[in-house]
C-alpha cells in the first residue's frame, strides 16, 4: 500500500525556523510531482510548495524566499525547510505526491503536521 507520511511540526517563536520531512513508502514506480499544502482554521487547503520529478520548484507567493522544498539526490524523502516564520504560517501542513504504482497514477496525501508559530 502507497502511502506518505510526514513529520515534524511543532510549535516555534516567529522569527524562527523549521524543517518539516515527508517519507513515501509501498511500491511506487515513479514520483512526478511531491509537495505541500497547508490549511489553517477556517481555511480552505493551500499550496505551500511543489517539486517536480526533473526538479522543477513552484511556491506560493506568500512563502518566497522563506521556504525551500527539497529532496536531496538519492533519497525518497523530501522537506520542507521553514524559515522566517510568521503567526499566519500556523496551520495543518500536509504533504502530498503524484506517483505511479501497480494501481498506476494516483495522487497520495499524509496526515498532516501541526505547525504553530506563536510567542
Known amino acids: 500500500q502507497v502511502q506518505v507520511v510526514e513529520s515534524g511540526g511543532d510549535l516555534v517563536q516567529p522569527g524562527g525556523s523549521l524543517t518539516l520531512s515527508c517519507a513515501p513508502s509501498g511500491t511506487i514506480f515513479s514520483i512526478y510531482v511531491m509537495g505541500w499544502h497547508r490549511q489553517a482554521p477556517g481555511k480552505q487547503r493551500e499550496l505551500v510548495a511543489s517539486?517536480?520529478?526533473?526538479?522543477?520548484?513552484n511556491y506560493a507567493d506568500f512563502v518566497k524566499d522563506r521556504f525551500t522544498i527539497s529532496r536531496p539526490y538519492g533519497s525518497s524523502t523530501w522537506y520542507l525547510h521553514m524559515s522566517s516564520l510568521k503567526p499566519e504560517d500556523t496551520a495543518v501542513y500536509y504533504c502530498?505526491?503524484?506517483?505511479?504504482?501497480?494501481?498506476?497514477?494516483?495522487?497520495?496525501w499524509g496526515q498532516g503536521t501541526q505547525v504553530t508559530v506563536s510567542s
Open positions: 502530498n505526491m503524484r506517483a505511479g504504482g501497480p494501481h498506476g497514477l494516483n495522487d497520495y
Open positions: 517539486l517536480s520529478g526533473d526538479g522543477k520548484t
